[in-house]
């Protein structure tokens, strides 16, 4: 079975322009979470789906940033304009979650964005 | 709120040894959820393990041993024998009812483990 796939792999991008982060959860998975790792901040989610909607967005840094979710198997993270200080290693996962079940998360191999 | 602390910052054995990694975890929850990952030099989070609150009986699978003990809210990882392709970083990470499907990670500890 495939896993969480994430494109691209690599983005190098000059400051100021568009970037979109592309996932695809594993089949049959409900709940899509984005996060971001860095030296500095470490491990920390940026936003999470339930059922394609956005439940917690609370760690989303600034309105640059926005994710949707428009079905089951795809979901998107935005960044406009992008700044060097986005410059960061942004990982995908999905999880199948029911009522209080908190299930384990599996992540996509990730992107490394490097913003100049 | 939640917090995960994980106070070993690095680890280097020496191929064979067994190692700790330490977990510290901070929650009101009464109902909760600990999970391991692994992340070797690749990059890619790997899923080892996860614990419910309710459940503390410690658990083997091959070298890898987990030892939750509520009453010291820790959720310890321990390595027998360890190898070379051991060598990654380790997170513990943490889940509540409070804080939906949110995972709280911990910093991270990076095991060298030396041929």
């Known amino acids: 079975d495939a896993g969480v796939i994430q494109s691209p792999r690599h983005e190098v991008t000059e400051m100021g322009q568009e970037v979109t982060l592309r996932c695809k959860p594993i089949s049959g998975h409900n709940s899509l979470f984005w996060y971001r790792q860095t030296m500095m901040r470490g491990l920390e989610l940026l936003i999470y789906?339930?059922?394609?909607?956005?439940?917690?967005d609370s760690g989303m840094p600034e309105d640059r940033f926005s994710a949707k979710m428009p079905n089951a198997s795809f979901s998107t993270l935005k960044i406009q304009p992008s700044e060097p200080r986005d410059s960061a290693v942004y990982f995908c996962?999905?999880?199948?979650?029911?009522?209080?079940?908190?299930?384990?998360?599996?992540f996509g191999p990730g992107t490394r964005l490097t913003v100049l | 709120a939640q917090k995960v602390t994980q106070a070993q910052t690095e680890i280097s054995v020496v191929e064979k040894e067994d190692v700790t990694l330490d977990c510290v975890y901070e929650?009101?929850?009464?109902?909760?959820?600990l999970f391991w990952y692994k992340q070797p030099p690749s990059g890619e989070l790997v899923f080892l393990i996860r614990?419910?609150?309710?459940?503390?009986q410690n658990e083997i699978s091959g070298r890898y041993s987990w030892n939750f003990q509520k009453s010291t809210s820790s959720f310890n990882f321990t390595i027998t024998a360890s190898q070379v392709v051991d060598s990654a970083v380790y997170f513990c990470?943490?889940?509540?009812?409070?804080?939906?499907?949110?995972?709280?990670f911990g910093e991270g500890t990076q095991l060298t483990v030396n041929p």
């Open positions: 996962a999905s999880s199948s979650i029911l009522g209080q079940g908190f299930n384990e998360q599996f």
């Open positions: 614990r419910n609150s309710f459940d503390e």
């Open positions: 929650t009101r929850d009464t109902t909760y959820y």
């Open positions: 990470a943490l889940s509540g009812t409070t804080s939906g499907s949110r995972l709280t």
């Open positions: 789906f339930n059922n394609n909607v956005p439940i917690d």
